[in-house]
Nanobody
Framework: QVQLVESGGGLVQPGESLSLSCAAS????????MAWYRQAPGNQRELVAG???????NYSDPVKGRFTISRSNTKNTVYLQMNSLKPEDTAVYYC???????????????WGQGTQVTVSS
C-alpha cells in the first residue's frame, strides 16, 4: 500500500522556524505534483504550497516569502521550510501527492496522516 508519512511538526514560538518532511513508502517509481495543505480547527483544509515534478512551485498568499517547498525526486520526499512563523500558522499540516507510479500501477490523490504545527508564546 502506498503511504505518505509526514514528520517535523511541533511547538514553536512566533518568529521561529520549523521544517516538515514527507516521505513516500518504498516500491515507488515516481511522484507527479506534490503539495502541503493545512487545516486549522473550525476551518477548511487549504493549500499552503505546491511543487511539480520539475520543481515549479506555487504558494498561498499568507505564506509567500516565509515558506519554501522543495522536493527530492530520488528520495520521493517533499519538504516545507517554514520561517517567521505566526500564531495563525497553527494547524495540522498534510502532505499530498496527485499521482504515484508504483510497481502495482498508479495511485491517485494520496494524503499523509498529518502533523501538528503549533505556534504560540
Amino acid at each position: 500500500q502506498v503511504q505518505l508519512v509526514e514528520s517535523g511538526g511541533g511547538l514553536v514560538q512566533p518568529g521561529e522556524s520549523l521544517s516538515l518532511s514527507c516521505a513516500a513508502s518504498e516500491s515507488i517509481f515516481s511522484i507527479d505534483a506534490m503539495a502541503w495543505y493545512r487545516q486549522a480547527p473550525g476551518n477548511q483544509r487549504e493549500l499552503v504550497a505546491g511543487i511539480t515534478y520539475g520543481g515549479s512551485t506555487n504558494y498561498s498568499d499568507p505564506v509567500k516569502g516565509r515558506f519554501t517547498i522543495s522536493r527530492s525526486n530520488t528520495k520521493n520526499t517533499v519538504y516545507l521550510q517554514m520561517n517567521s512563523l505566526k500564531p495563525e500558522d497553527t494547524a495540522v499540516y498534510y502532505c499530498y501527492a496527485d499521482r504515484i507510479a508504483t510497481m502495482w500501477g498508479p495511485f491517485y490523490n494520496i494524503w499523509g496522516q498529518g502533523t501538528q504545527v503549533t505556534v504560540s508564546s
